[in-house]
Nanobody
Framework: QVQLVESGGGLVQPGGSLRLSCTVS????????WGWYRQRPGNEREVVAT???????HYDDSVKGRFTISRDNTKNTLTLQMNSLKVEDTAIYFC???????????WGQGTQVTVSS
């Protein structure tokens, strides 16, 4: 069973930075597009950043210019550099394949990001 383990979350003040990491135990990691999803309180889970197998990237408008997604296919890891954090970025962040319906992996626990003064 593929395991996804997210880490790097925490409490940060508005304007601060965090770097999230995701380790994936999937031998087919390099074949898929991967993304960082977040679930804000009372909201559906949404994808905010995607990196394709080609290395191309896509960002939701809410994080464009502030977040940077990257991947290392040799280590099966995904990262999200988050700068200029805002209170509305507060959420649990998850990594998963994009689109999510093409695999049947269990979601990881996620990592909590809290932006507050």
């Amino acid at each position: 069973q593929v395991q996804l383990v997210e880490s790097g979350g925490g409490l940060v003040q508005p304007g601060g930075s965090l770097r999230l990491s995701c380790t994936v135990s999937d031998t087919f990691f390099s074949r898929y597009a991967w993304g960082w999803y977040r679930q804000r309180p009372g909201n559906e889970r949404e994808v905010v950043a995607t990196i394709f197998s080609s290395g191309g990237m896509h960002y939701d408008d809410s994080v464009k210019g502030r977040f940077t997604i990257s991947r290392d296919n040799t280590k099966n890891t995904l990262t999200l550099q988050m700068n200029s954090l805002k209170v509305e970025d507060t959420a649990i962040y998850f990594c998963y394949v994009v689109p999510p319906g093409i695999v049947s992996y269990n979601w990881g626990q996620g990592t909590q990001v809290t932006v507050s003064s």
